[in-house]
């Protein structure tokens, strides 16, 4: 007749096990929370044209955190813009960060975020230039007439010295990329054409002018 054994785990042993593993558990969900919680703290900034390291100084201060970063690989003393109003921090960093090829890392335990520049092998200039002037903006607006405020369909709109362009819609609406410092001329026939300093702004509206020999009636005799 065969006898079966079981080996039986001593009550301690089976308690010492199970502690381990809620231990364990504990610690990844607090290490999961804390770095959710840092990434959710709540920003309100409007700050315009000023120093990235202004910037960043006042995020700092608002969620009682740290960056670390090397000023060899990120400009931070360029003048850019942030316009956020109670927004993540997470959502605040990608909005600050990624359109300037930073990336950014979060160091949980220690409040900390480290900074560092994304390598973009098509781009090529001096690695002091400023930020602002390196990524391109989605610049929209309105065309109307001066005198009676109607949009103006087909207004040609391009940037000066590229052919980089586009025309307005039914609405008089446009969209096109452009550079912070490029110069938009917009153009129609029977209007006076008209340039603009895209000055860093993403909303430019245009009224035109008609030229004044189409305004003038023609007389036959």
Known sequence: MLCRVTK???????KSAHLLVLILLATTLTI??????????RITLHLQNVPLKIILQQIEG???IKFLYSEDQINVNANISLQVTDEPLGSVLHTLLFPHQIS????????LITLRRKLKASWVGDPNQSIS?????????????QTSGSPLVGVNVIVRGTTNGTATDGLGKYSLQAEPNDIIVFSFIGYKSSEVNVNNRSVIDMTLTEEASSLKAVSYT
């Open 8 to 14: 039986r785990i001593p009550l301690h042993k089976s």
């Open 32 to 41: 999961a929370h804390v770095n959710d919680g840092l990434l959710e703290k």
């Open 62 to 64: 608002i969620a009682n």
């Open 104 to 111: 950014f890392k979060v160091h949980d335990r220690q409040a």
């Open 133 to 145: 002037t390196r990524q391109p903006l989605v610049i929209t607006g309105t065309v109307t007439d």
